[in-house]
């Protein structure tokens, strides 16, 4: 029975705290935070904002974003895992009011059986409602549903001065847009009233087109977005020109189909020798993934979470880098500028670097729901990269520049490395976020990239 | 409190059918708890709503057993009913009883949930603080547990189960201030377990491992304790089958325990854990 309150007052006698190691997706950087909160109930939280310093807290969920967005170094976290509940559903609408730590699993694993799934859903189900929308995330259906937070109605957030605020298009709609990819920064997420979609059962109409060229991949999206609500494409990032990949699409199957149900995953109980992943294991396991794709049939109905979550198999996959983690690299290149994108496919051939999973989608016209969102009509790429110190960081660097020169954009969510000038550069509009923020939040990422300015 | 003990009404043999009977088909339907917002007992009830049961609710906040009967009826219970006490004030104890007789008369099992943990140096610095922790983990926990078994008692069916501690089987250094409640109720529901046995009640004694719950998190080591959901699971499976009558989850508790359970004393006093 020993609350929140309990705990405060326990920790403000301890004088020498352990210092809690909470990492993020790539387990890069290493950091360690002063403490972490971990409230159970919404009525707990404005007392842990009212006892912090400012600056001093983060929102944090299932920690998925992979690099220092939902990271506090040296400060404190506010774990909001167990604010997990559902509060309200509306069965003709399909409007769900849930916590913020409710994670997007739960809920499909709640209203799928029920002929309800997620209006966007990005390419793990372990994130949290609350982190879908501090990041604005996209998914498959980009091109033709927007973001995650184009489909919240309406949120309550906890802000540390003005406490709860109901934020919605009609009131505190600034707000509200500010907290869609505000990353955590305005204040903590009460609950959000999400618009799910109808959809007949669990099974996916998928189809998998081998491609030879970024043309090819073009006209093949472009030829594909009216027609599937789902498009997406492999890359093998080692092929370097002679360009290589597997194009996605899928829909909804108009059938229920019969009763799915879900495996078990499997699990890396530890974090495997960093040298597991090399050139030539990577090479190998992108030629298998090659051949496999373009042996099967092209045509097949796939249970949902084959199609978007096939990574979510294995459970902790972040442990197949070792010890030393990850970089995801993940940029938006204007579509007009197609020879940026082949320059960082060169230059990432080049370094021998390059990862298992490149990733291509072509956003949609959608315009932005948050102020900070990052999707914009334009290519996406996204990879991972072995951290293997300054040689990776290097490349990084050198593709920072190229995506610069595009007016091209990175993405916070994935990002460890960033500088302070391709950030402004991507989101111009930094500056009329600032006013929006908590006074009592601040994070690793907005402090490394807004710091210096 | 109008506990009438029936021992001896039925014929052996007719009972031990009788018994059987019940232990083979018993399934968990309508279900008190007391104690719901613990962090047990949360990931209990999710696990009840999703198999379509009925539950009623006793905690101290009544806008949070709002919060929960919203979220539990979102994920298929097919009835939750709350009522708001402080079950450590024996005085309301009473209420809670007759409340759950007139809303669920025909509930089949009722789970004590709740508990308190206090720093043991604070227990040793304090009285009040060391009567607190007794009252709350043994004392208030033992006296609704009784109302509850009379009524169980004379339907002769169902379950009572209460959530004690791997920490009630030995006393420690670091905690036996706790401990002893536990363990207290741990012998408690021993004895009572042999009392309903004679009406066909089922009485499970459940002792988790450390846990990750609000009421753990100060401890050290805490993110590496088990996961509630895992406890719950457990916790389930033993009230709705015919499992031991002492559940300790995770199980490596039960053989962890047997070997510090045979520790002679003079070496146990000179251990610090």
New interface residues.
């Given amino acids: 029975?020993?609350?929140?309150s309990?705990?405060i007052s326990?920790?403000q006698k301890a004088v020498t705290l352990?210092t809690?190691r909470i990492l993020s997706w790539g387990r890069y950087p290493k950091t360690a935070h002063q403490h972490v909160y971990?409230p159970?109930?919404?009525?707990e939280v404005p007392a842990i904002l009212n006892a912090a310093a400012p600056g001093s807290l983060l929102p944090y969920g299932l920690g998925r974003s992979y690099g220092d967005s939902c990271l506090n170094a040296g400060r404190e976290l506010i774990d909001c895992r167990?604010l997990n509940?559902?509060?309200?559903?509306d069965e003709s609408t399909g409007m769900l009011r849930c916590e913020s730590g409710v994670s997007l699993s739960a809920i499909i694993d709640?209203f799928l059986p029920q002929g309800w799934f997620l209006p966007v859903t990005p390419g793990t189900r372990f994130v949290t409602v609350g982190g879908a929308i501090a990041n604005d995330v996209h998914g498959k259906n980009h091109h033709c549903a927007g973001t995650f937070g184009a489909h919240v109605r309406q949120i309550a957030l906890h802000r540390s001065h003005d406490g709860l605020v109901p934020c919605n298009y009609d009131d505190n709609s600034a707000m509200l847009r500010a907290t869609i990819g505000g990353l955590g920064l305005t204040g903590v997420i009460a609950w959000a009233d999400i618009q799910l979609k109808r959809v007949a059962g669990s099974w996916i109409d998928a189809e998998s087109i081998p491609f030879q060229s970024l043309q090819a991949f073009l006209d093949l999206s472009r030829e594909s977005n009216d027609r599937f609500e789902y498009t997406v494409a492999w890359l093998d990032c080692f092929a370097g020109k002679n360009l290589r990949g597997i194009f996605f699409r899928g829909n909804h199957a108009a059938n229920p189909g019969k009763k799915y149900h879900p495996k078990r995953a499997l699990k890396l109980p530890f974090a495997l020798p960093s040298w597991f992943l090399n050139r030539h294991s990577i090479k190998a396991l992108n030629a298998a993934y090659h051949r496999v794709h373009t042996s099967w049939k092209r045509k097949a109905l796939l249970p949902y979470d084959s199609f978007f979550y096939p990574l979510d198999a294995v459970g902790q996959w972040n442990l197949l880098y070792g010890k030393p983690g990850f970089v995801q690299y993940q940029c938006v290149i204007p579509e007009t500028n197609c020879a940026a994108l082949e320059e960082l496919l060169d230059r990432i051939a080049f370094s021998g670097m390059g990862s298992f999973l490149g990733v291509l989608k072509q956003f949609g016209p959608a315009p932005p729901a948050g102020l900070l969102s990052f999707p914009r009509p334009g290519l996406t790429l996204a990879l991972d990269f072995a951290m293997r110190g300054e040689r990776t960081l290097q490349l990084l660097q050198s593709l920072d520049e190229v995506v610069q020169q595009s007016g091209g954009a990175l993405y916070p969510a994935k990002d460890a490395r960033m500088s302070p000038d391709l950030f402004a550069a991507s989101f111009p509009r930094w500056r009329s976020f600032v006013p929006y923020i908590d006074p009592k939040m601040s994070s690793s990422f907005w402090r490394r990239v807004t710091e210096a300015r | 409190m109008t506990a009438k003990t029936t021992t001896g009404e039925t014929m052996p043999g007719k009972k031990m059918a009788a018994e059987k009977l019940t232990a083979q088909k018993f399934t968990a339907k309508k279900i008190v708890i007391l104690g719901a917002t613990s962090g047990i007992a949360l990931e209990v009830e999710r696990i009840f709503a999703r198999q379509g049961c009925e539950l009623l609710l006793v905690a101290r906040s009544p806008q949070r057993l709002a919060e929960l009967q919203a979220d539990l009826l979102i994920r298929g219970a097919s009835a939750v009913s709350t009522y708001p006490a402080d079950l450590a004030s024996v005085q309301q104890h009473a209420a809670v009883f007759d409340y759950s007789r007139r809303t669920l008369p025909d509930f089949d099992t009722v789970l004590l949930a709740y508990g308190s943990m206090h720093d043991q140096k604070d227990t040793e610095a304090s009285v009040d603080v060391l009567l607190d922790e007794l009252q709350v983990n043994f004392v208030s926990a033992s006296a609704i547990l009784t109302l509850f078994a009379a009524d169980l008692e004379r339907r002769r069916t169902g379950c009572l189960a209460a959530i004690t501690s791997v920490a009630g089987d030995r006393g420690r250094r670091v905690n036996y201030a706790y401990g002893s409640a536990k363990g207290a109720l741990s012998l408690f529901l021993q004895g009572l377990r042999s009392r309903l046995h004679l009406a066909g009640v089922r009485v499970i004694t459940i002792k988790p491992g450390p846990v990750q719950t609000p009421m753990t998190d100060h401890l050290p080591n805490s993110a590496r304790f088990a996961e509630p959901a895992q406890a719950a699971r457990d916790i389930v499976r033993a009230l709705h089958r015919r499992s031991p009558d002492v559940l300790y989850t995770p199980r490596i508790w039960r053989y962890v325990m047997s070997v510090v359970h045979h520790i002679p004393e003079t070496v146990f006093k000179r251990l610090s854990f």
């Fill in positions: 029975m020993s609350g929140q309990a705990a326990r920790r352990p809690t971990r159970a109930w919404n009525d167990r509940r559902f509060l309200a559903f709640t």
